[in-house]
């Protein structure tokens, strides 16, 4: 097994060749003078099982592009089979036509996908109206959670706390993780206005006064959701208040944004690279590789 | 028949529709605040045949992506056909692994359209490796020559002319050029010591001295291979010198090696839109369009 990246996830994929004793190798990634793509393996792949690990993040669009033409040069070079770990996978919010003429892009990724690798093994996709990854992939497609290690770590690092989904969308990762370690979850009801703006009610109010509230979430993206959830929860007398996304996307002013809100810290999973990472999500994808 | 555009080709695809009386309605590109691509078609499709008018610059790794997502989303709105009218074609160049492990570009390029669109039309694709656009093409892919409207022009424009193709590659042109107009043409043999480092040497001389020199190439990327014959036909006592090309890339600080090389004027066709653009290449694609 040679484990490689196209370079938006090498501390993962570096983490999960040390862990699976595979070589590590990532691709040379640059651009000719006239622009178009340059991408080259740095070891020989033929006969190998190549695991291609890369986050769709922080530009979504050139990693899916990158991530297409490595499994095609790794298989044109007689790779066995092509792997993609993509702990955080774009494209999976625009899984409908919102506006008559749109692209539903999480379609378009999924055939691309079909078409150049073998198998995926993703960490909680954003599935909401699809209700699993068979519906949109023809290959293999593991869909690994996050929830366990987040639970875990809530225990160890947290005290007196109450779990927070600041909308129906991500409440099952709310109860699913207050579940594990016998806490109170509830869910604040999101009306969306637009990408950007967005207002929350709480819905079943459970006692907030003094208690430490961690709001959770698959995705963290502008914060905006998560931050309407805090000022509430700051209004409903909170102790301290933190965010706890799966992938931390963390894009515009985020952070502010959250601190602004009231939110005392940030804690995501290395699903995407962050300084905010506290969670480590390898274990999780050591086992579903040794599985096959 | 409704014509599009994601971008980059917009002035050439309204010409296009006013010669063709086509709907001319370019495409809604933007992204989402987590950078994932938003695409969206602003008429009917369903049941039309779409062209999708883009040439693969500036961005070619941007633009073949929103080719695809573009195409995918058309058939997905039910569209009968998607020819692709692509004036530039990008990664053609990359026609060979010159290296253990590099990735064939060109051949993901086409694998990526095989599987997205109907048909494609493009002028003079740099065929240097690949002899035909068949052997990367399953749909019917037509090439399109600009030669005779670049002959016309010169034969309007210049007097006491001489065509040099300033290396073997581009000879193919500079020969069909000069034959359609019956002017002389020679060509400079290249030493390509990188892709940005380039030495050229006269083959065939002919005569220079007080001639307007015309050096002519299918692609004018950094400016280096026309620069380098520029000083060469000055040396030899050049009149005036021009840079002719179909597709004028013109990156990185091109215009500015060319002037300083003694090249008196840059001409191009308007396959990618640039100030340089004196050649319109619209009636050749409008003939394509009209035998479907």
Redo the contacts between chains.
């Keep these: 097994m040679i484990i490689t990246t196209c370079g938006n996830s090498a501390q993962i994929a570096q983490k999960l060749a040390k862990k699976l004793n595979a070589k590590f190798s990532p691709l040379t990634i640059a651009s000719?003078?006239?622009?178009?793509?340059?991408?080259?393996?740095?070891?020989?792949?033929k006969g190998h099982e190549v695991v291609l690990v890369q986050s769709f993040?922080?530009?979504?669009?050139?990693s899916?592009?990158d991530v297409?033409?490595?499994a095609?040069?790794a298989k044109?070079?007689g790779a066995k089979k092509v792997t993609l770990v993509a702990p955080y996978l774009?494209?999976m919010?625009?899984d409908k036509r919102f506006?008559?003429?749109?692209?539903?892009?999480s379609?378009?990724m999924a055939?691309?996908l079909n078409?150049s690798i073998d198998k995926l093994i993703t960490i909680d996709p954003h599935l909401h109206r699809y209700k699993s990854l068979k519906e949109i992939f023809k290959i293999p497609a593991i869909k690994l959670s996050a929830n366990p290690l987040i639970a875990e770590y809530i225990k160890k690092h947290f005290s007196k706390e109450v779990i927070i989904g600041p909308d129906w969308e991500s409440f099952q990762w709310a109860e699913d993780i207050a579940k594990h370690i016998n806490v109170q979850a509830t869910v604040l009801k999101k009306t969306r206005f637009s990408?950007?703006h967005v207002e929350v009610k709480m819905i079943h109010p459970v006692i907030i006064q003094d208690r430490n509230v961690i709001i959770v979430d698959d995705?963290i993206?502008?914060g905006h959701t998560i931050a309407e959830a805090a000022k509430d929860a700051k209004k409903k007398g909170a102790k301290n208040i933190y965010a706890l996304g799966v992938h931390g996307?963390l894009?515009?002013n985020a952070l502010d944004k959250l601190r602004k809100a009231g939110v005392n810290g940030v804690v995501t999973t290395n699903c995407i690279e962050h300084p905010s990472n506290r969670i480590d999500v390898t274990p999780l994808i050591v086992e579903a590789l040794k599985k096959r």
């Design positions: 000719f003078p006239d622009g178009d793509l340059y991408l080259k393996f740095n070891c020989d792949v993040q922080p530009h979504p669009d050139q899916l592009f297409v033409f490595a095609e040069t044109d070079l774009g494209y919010r625009q506006n008559a003429g749109e692209c539903i892009s379609r378009v055939k691309l078409n990408s950007r995705i993206s502008t996307l894009v515009e």
